[in-house]
């Protein structure tokens, strides 16, 4: 047998910052600081930001309200448990839930967590109401967060065997495949959840038609919508909330990401018919807290702003132009998604890897979702110009050395 220090010996960590777990593969840059669009590194080299810590930092790098709602809130109350009220919290979850049109709010740190969250509340609500019924339907290739009662709802191929045994009770459907739907609901069945856009696996969107769908299957069927907007919602699309595009409400809706712009926090809102949870079911204890309901609070009217949303969607539909005109100049398949989550897709080619790295070396920052993807996630309130920028970039990028 070899002992701890011996195995290390063997397989020496291959990050130079041997401290830390390698959970990615992080490239040999360490961040200092950034400001709207941009970001610095520690040999001063400046870096044009299209993936905004995978589309959270929604009002980009250091924003001047989040900064202000932080330090405001930091010198009068930080915490004082989820079992009491607070006035950021219960402000913010008033601002929050009517923004939405959902009734009761709860408060979390992370997607997952709100996901799971979300996954509890339908379990509960089929025990009291539908004779035990626990099976969420969920779909191939959807992403709902790394728990492992989430990473079982998501439909990532990469993760069949990891962690087993996964939570039970998510059979799997392809998206926009109504039929399929309908074909896997059962007795057990208490739920259907998904992303209006499937934003890890490569930006594709659910059709409205089939959002629509869902929405009268589940009331035919005395089943619960939950969306997962945590990448989608809070003005990525164009509308505060994706659902607004279809007219869809669902019974239970979760946030993340943007909902923080940066900073820990994430939500579960729902329908009061759906708010079953009994004190004890659910909490933690940082979840509601004062410092995080500020800075959401500050966020969301960032974001609730006259003109806001109205400047994301020209900011989307100059975006896309730029890459679909890419895209026709180089051959490649066309761009999907809604407002500012889009992907080029890349098709016949399936160099994405290559090109983020290429990329980065030149002080862009982009991501590839999947080898023949590129999917783009700027700062809501991104300008013309670093549009422009990045365009250019990426048109150097795609000719090739
Ligand atoms: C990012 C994401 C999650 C997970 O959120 P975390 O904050 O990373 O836990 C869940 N669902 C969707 C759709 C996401 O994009």
Redesign the pocket.
């Known amino acids: 047998m070899t002992s701890i220090a011996e195995q290390q010996a063997d397989s020496p960590s291959p990050d130079p910052y041997g401290a830390l777990m390698e959970i990615a593969r992080r490239p040999p840059i360490t961040f200092t600081h950034g400001q709207g669009g941009l970001l610095w590194d520690s040999e001063g080299n400046r870096y044009l930001d299209f993936v905004q810590g995978?589309?959270v930092n929604c009002l980009g790098h250091c924003p001047t309200a989040v900064a202000r709602a932080l330090a405001e809130q930091s010198t009068r109350l930080l915490n004082c448990s989820p079992a009491y009220y607070s006035e950021p919290m219960t402000r913010y979850a008033e601002a929050l839930t009517a923004a939405a049109g959902l009734d009761r709010v709860f408060f979390a740190n992370?997607?997952?967590?709100a996901?799971e969250g979300a996954i509890k509340l339908a379990r509960k609500w089929g025990a009291k109401h539908r004779g035990g019924a626990y099976e969420i339907v969920t779909t191939v290739h959807g992403?709902?967060?790394?728990t492992l009662a989430?990473m079982s709802a998501s439909g990532k191929a990469v993760w069949d065997g990891l962690f087993e045994p996964k939570v039970a009770g998510f059979p799997k459907v392809p998206l926009n495949d109504l039929g399929a739907v309908e074909a896997v609901i059962g007795d057990k069945t208490v739920a259907i959840m998904l992303?209006p856009i499937q934003?890890?696996s490569g930006v594709w969107p659910a059709e409205d038609d089939y959002l629509r769908s869902l929405r009268t299957l589940a009331d035919e069927r005395g089943l619960l919508l939950i969306l997962?907007e945590?990448?989608?919602g809070m003005g990525r699309t164009g509308a505060l909330f994706c659902f607004e595009h279809t007219g869809v409400l669902p019974d239970i809706m979760?946030l993340?990401?943007g909902i923080g712009a940066g900073t820990p926090l994430?939500a579960l809102l729902a329908r009061e018919a759906v708010c079953c949870f009994d004190p004890g079911d659910q909490g933690g204890t940082y979840n509601g807290n004062a410092l995080m309901a500020a800075v959401g609070q500050a966020v969301l009217e960032q974001i609730t702003a006259e003109g806001f949303l109205e400047r994301v969607c020209e900011a989307g539909a100059v975006l896309r132009r730029g890459l679909e005109s890419l895209s026709e100049k180089y051959g490649l398949s066309g761009v999907r998604g809604r407002g500012l989550l889009l992907a080029l897709d890349l098709k016949p080619r399936a160099d994405g890897f290559a090109l983020v790295e290429k990329a980065l070396a030149e002080g862009l920052l982009l991501n590839a979702p999947a080898p023949d993807a590129l999917r783009f996630v700027p700062a809501l309130n991104v300008s013309d110009a670093e549009i422009a920028e990045m365009l250019d970039m990426l048109d150097g990028l795609l000719k090739g050395p």
């Open positions: 995978w589309a992370s997607g997952a967590e996901n992403f709902h967060g790394r989430t992303e934003g890890e997962d945590i990448q989608t979760t993340g990401k994430a």
